[in-house]
């Protein structure tokens, strides 16, 4: 036996224990039992992406249904997945992040499968902008559509002011937009819950950890990840009002993608005053200048990112927030969904969860071994056992 495949199976085994340690310790602990084994199950399946899952176990197999669902302009293509147990406990209006498979993620799908498996009704439209590595003002209204309809869907479950069981769940950049819609007059008494992952509250101040690798709490010890602020300026390049910007900022950050050190600076000279604007944001090292050089961008770009930070709008929000984070995440950093948290308007309807599982929003483990799994594997199973518990009792 090769030492991999003897470290897989001894990986096997730990996970294999960890999944009846969950099980066993949510039928003893939490008083609905069977929810309290769907958490679990729902927790074990997310960190074990591509192994088989346990939900599929425990519950009929869900529904998938191809649909339609309005955004602003147009319809937007969407899945519905149906609980296989028939009526839905719980409906759920999911947004994917920042990433080119929009609705058709491989981890997305498979997580939309779960949710089903657990009773809810899960809707996920594809977002366009997302899907390019953007994110502007009219997801919200994307969003806030896209929640009507799923409201519409499933009336007597979404009626205004008695919600509690339909909702959104969001992700990453995702999270703006739909904190955003939730605060909408047009659905917020429709909607009991917003659930995030690696949201944040103020753009400038993630711009700042971007660009500059310093956040504005010096709590935060994670790296940003070096190619993010030029992938971001390359599919971002048309926020510039000259044309000829646009083709030189989206030409840098191509270079740069492939070569951290590319030499651009032939190029950066001939950038125009607002193309200069942008490119000097991005290339700031100084985490004091990052205001200074926000108020040298265009208008419309400044304004585009005051509109997309949800905190001035928390306190429109009337639904219960459940908010979960990684401490190490290297795109958002983890005190975002703490400022979310402290600017919510009733403190007994948030529930904050800092974990060292995740990194943004896929699983970071270390090593499995004893000490591991009584310093990290056990108190961290509990939080998130706790966080998965709590999603699932919404309405219920």
Known sequence: MTRAHGSGRLRGRWLGLGSAVALLTAALLFPHLWRGALAAALLVDSVRHGHPGILAKLSPTPVRIGTHVPRPGGISAADLYLPGS???????????????????????????????????????????????????????????????????????????????????????????????????????????????????????????????????????RAVPYRWAKWAFLAANADLAVDPGDRVRLREMAEARLDNDHADVRAVAAALGPDGRAIWDLITNTDPARV?????????????????????????????????????????????????LARAAPDPTRVDLTLTRVFGHVDPDLPPLHTLAALRFYIPEAWRILRFANAILSQGC
């Open 291 to 339: 205001h200074e050089l926000l108020e040298h961008l265009n208008p419309a770009l400044r304004e585009t990112v005051s509109e997309l930070s949800p905190l001035p709008h928390l306190a429109q929000i009337r639904a219960r927030l459940l908010l979960l984070h990684g401490r190490a995440d290297r795109s958002i950093p983890f005190t975002e969904s703490e400022r």
């Open 86 to 220: 028939g009526h839905p406990r719980q409906v759920i209006l999911l947004i994917h992040g920042v990433n080119e498979t929009g609705k058709d993620d491989e981890r997305l799908v498979a997580f939309a499968f779960d949710l089903a498996r657990t009773g809810a009704a899960v809707l996920v439209p594809d977002f366009p902008n997302l899907r390019h590595t953007r994110v502007r003002p009219s997801d919200a209204d994307a969003v806030a559509l896209a929640y009507e309809d799923l409201a519409d869907r499933f009336r007597e479950k979404c009626r205004a002011g008695r919600a509690g069981a339909c909702g959104l769940m969001a992700f990453s950049y995702g999270v703006g937009p739909a904190l955003l819609a939730a605060a909408k007059p047009s659905v917020r008494d429709r909607m009991g819950f917003v659930i995030t992952f690696g949201g944040y509250a103020d753009l400038e101040d993630v711009i700042r950890f971007v660009t500059t690798g310093s956040a504005s709490d010096p709590r935060v």
